[in-house]
């Protein structure tokens, strides 16, 4: 069974801070991960999504990196700002054939000015 | 668009009462799906539907049902509410097509229905 971690579990940082956040699955044989940001109180935006055929992905000052022989993703934020302050969940789709997606409990980052 | 849209934002319900959270989508989207989110935890999905007429069970599915009459909307229904079913309920909808590598198979969510029952 498909089990999704994300280390830490909250993290605090003073702004300007260049930071990873990690996320691991147990089975390697996954069709893509998807990085999302969630807003207190508000539901998930999509950041990222890299196949499964990709090592990588950036967005601005996002950048997400795929392994998936050793069952890990991580997603950069370089300069961090007060405004990247959020939830950041990890989820994989396993397969073609299914689109559902099995989530992480999520990294909860703070920035401080 | 507006994209996938909940309501109502906010419910309590007594045990044993039943609601239904309504969701639509205005994206022409035939994926639709059903989460919930637990204190501290991800999401874990409760129902799912490939399209108009089709849904299938996720992995937590107990306690609920659903239907799709239409594409666009994907009502979940709780039939006797219990307190175990205190949570956040998501909304997401997403469309199988060929496009670049961000959009394929890209959920979106809605901003939720935060749900107490007592």
């Known amino acids: 069974k498909q089990e999704v971690t994300q280390i830490p579990a909250a993290l605090s940082v003073p702004e300007g801070e260049n930071l990873v956040l990690n996320c691991s699955f147990t089975d390697s044989a996954i069709y893509n991960l998807q990085w999302f940001r969630q807003d207190p109180g508000k539901g998930l935006t999509s950041l990222l999504l890299?196949?499964?055929?990709?090592r990588e992905q950036t967005s601005g000052r996002l950048n997400a990196s795929l392994d998936k022989s050793s069952g890990r993703s991580t997603l950069y934020i370089a300069a961090s700002q007060p405004g990247d302050s959020a939830t950041y969940l990890c989820a994989v789709r396993l397969s073609y054939n299914t689109d559902k997606l099995i989530f992480g409990t999520g990294t909860r980052l703070q920035v401080f000015p | 668009n507006a994209g996938v849209t909940q309501t109502p934002k906010f419910r309590i319900l007594k045990i044993g009462q039943s609601m239904t959270l309504q969701c639509t989508q205005d994206m022409n989207h035939n994926y639709m799906y059903w989460y919930r989110q637990d204190p501290g935890m991800g999401l874990k999905l409760i129902y799912y539907s490939v399209g108009a007429g089709i849904t299938d069970k996720g992995e937590v599915p107990n306690g609920y049902n659903v239907s799709r009459s239409t594409t666009e909307d994907f009502p979940l229904r709780l039939e006797l509410a219990a307190p175990s079913q205190t949570s956040v309920y998501f909304c997401a909808s997403s469309y199988p097509g060929t496009g670049g590598a961000k959009s394929y198979n890209e959920q979106f969510f809605g901003p939720g229905t935060r749900l107490t029952v007592l």
């Open positions: 890299i196949q499964s055929s990709q």
